[in-house]
């Protein structure tokens, strides 16, 4: 096994802590100039309110 798979599970495992965080509100991540959504990935415009992949919308 790679360090970068390693790398990948700390980071899939700090986006899940977070998310369960309830002092913390989800938020879009940004992908260039667009948004990306934290629970699946999925990229979409600026505009986007809510991910048309996994349904997920910032709290």
């Given at each position: 096994?790679?360090?970068?798979?390693?790398?990948?599970?700390?980071?899939?495992?700090?986006?899940?802590?977070?998310?369960?965080?309830?002092?913390?509100?989800?938020?879009?991540?940004?992908?260039?100039?667009?948004?990306?959504?934290?629970?699946?990935?999925?990229?979409?415009e600026?505009?986007?309110?809510?991910?048309?992949?996994?349904?997920?919308?910032?709290?």
């Amino acid at each position: 096994m790679s360090s970068t798979s390693g790398d990948a599970d700390e980071e899939a495992i700090d986006r899940f802590m977070t998310r369960r965080d309830l002092s913390e509100s989800a938020r879009w991540e940004e992908s260039y100039n667009k948004k990306q959504c934290p629970e699946c990935g999925g990229v979409h415009e600026p505009s986007a309110t809510a991910c048309s992949v996994c349904g997920w919308t910032p709290e």
